[in-house]
């Protein structure tokens, strides 16, 4: 069983910044495939970006250049970099752990972009 909680979520101004995190439970930490998904009021969850244990990552084109993945296997922890933000990157942020078939989800944090 992982667990996975997201904390940095908040209010911020458009133009600002956040960095969310989310600490894993588990030993295999570093073979853990992880997400980023967002969901905004009334809209689906969608995915923001990934990492594969080896360091690869992808991002959604709505946050490319904007939005910065990584990981410290170390800490057993994932970070999602927000620079940029803009009014449509309201939404709870949930990091997803993925290993040997297995998904676990965190329970999310918000963030709100506004004036």
């Known amino acids: 069983q992982v667990q996975l909680v997201e904390s940095g979520g908040g209010l911020v101004q458009p133009g600002g910044s956040l960095r969310l995190s989310c600490a894993a439970s588990g030993r295999e930490f570093i073979n853990y495939a992880m997400d980023w998904y967002r969901q905004g009021s009334g809209k689906q969850r969608e995915l923001v970006a990934t990492?594969?244990?080896?360091?690869?990552?992808n991002y959604a084109d709505s946050v490319k250049g904007r939005f910065t993945i990584s990981r410290d296997n170390a800490k057993n922890t994932l970070y999602l970099q927000m620079n940029s933000l803009k009014p449509e990157d309201t939404a709870v942020y949930y990091c997803?752990?993925?290993?040997?078939?297995?998904?676990?989800w965190g329970k999310g944090t918000l963030v709100t972009v506004s004036p």
């Open positions: 990492i594969t244990s080896g360091g690869i990552t």
């Open positions: 997803k752990a993925g290993f040997l078939g297995g998904t676990w």
